[in-house]
């Protein structure tokens, strides 16, 4: 998202439980943490008029934030929402992606780099290349083309923390609660993302936002169309900063 920064100024943190805020605490994090943490982090540093770009997981974060906010509580109100490839929308839709996960997991294509890596005795040779080949291989099903997972960043997902924020959601519809929202929103979705476009179709519905499928990309634009991703959102950062200010 650096690309971005080129024009703007970009504020990152690490979420509860990963990155530099892992903790040795084995108290669950749950989906209010996060909003919570959100929350703060927003008061702390004074971001108004608050403007949201948020990818997968952290996009469906933003959605539960904004509902919140915009549901009479205190959290300070987004002036504008950019989601990109956002995580599933519904528990069903969840249920749908984890399916089509596995099974391009299973694919030939990926079954066949698998069992190249396996033979190619790189683990004795080079066990920190063999290490990422096996992340490549562990994501690839998130991508249009399977090859392009070697040109992402490697990153880890804590399993435990992972789990525990999907069981505190249950059986969810985040799209029931986003009636009440009254600011812009620029949906993105990677046409071949394993995480169903029906969901983000409705997502955009219940926010009258804009929504842009990018063809020929899965769940990671950024790598896979890196161009057209950042144009789309530059374009609708322009619109909307004029719209406030005018």
Not at 139 to 160: C, H, N, Q, S
Request: hydrophobic share 40%; net charge negative.
């Amino acid at each position: 998202m650096l690309a971005l920064g080129q024009e703007r100024d970009l504020l990152f943190y690490d979420q509860r439980g990963g990155g530099r805020s892992r903790t040795e605490d084995s108290t669950p994090v749950t989906w209010p943490d996060h909003v919570d943490d959100l929350d703060r982090l927003v008061r702390e540093l004074s971001l108004k008029p608050l403007s949201i770009v948020a990818y997968s997981w952290g996009a469906l974060l933003a959605l539960l934030y904004t509902a919140a906010a915009f549901d009479g509580t205190a959290l300070v109100r987004p002036a504008r929402l950019v989601l990109i490839d956002p995580a599933p929308s519904t528990s069903a839709y969840r249920r749908e992606f984890e399916e089509e996960f596995a099974r391009r997991q299973t694919s030939e294509p990926i079954r066949s780099m698998r069992e190249e890596l396996q033979a190619s005795g790189l683990r004795e040779r080079d066990r920190d290349e063999y290490r990422q080949r096996a992340f490549e291989l562990s994501v690839a099903g998130y991508f249009a083309d399977p090859e392009r997972a070697r040109d992402l960043t490697p990153f880890r997902v804590i399993a435990k923390v992972q789990q525990s924020v999907w069981d505190s959601l249950g059986e969810y519809d985040i799209a029931q609660n986003l009636r009440a929202v009254d600011c812009p929103v620029l949906v993105i979705h990677g046409e071949q993302d394993p995480i169903p476009l029906a969901s983000s179709e409705r997502v955009a519905r219940a926010l009258g936002a804009q929504l842009v499928v990018l063809a020929d990309c899965g769940h990671v634009p950024y790598v896979e169309r890196p161009e057209d991703l950042f144009t789309a959102v530059g374009r609708f950062l322009a619109a909307t900063t004029q719209a406030r200010s005018g």
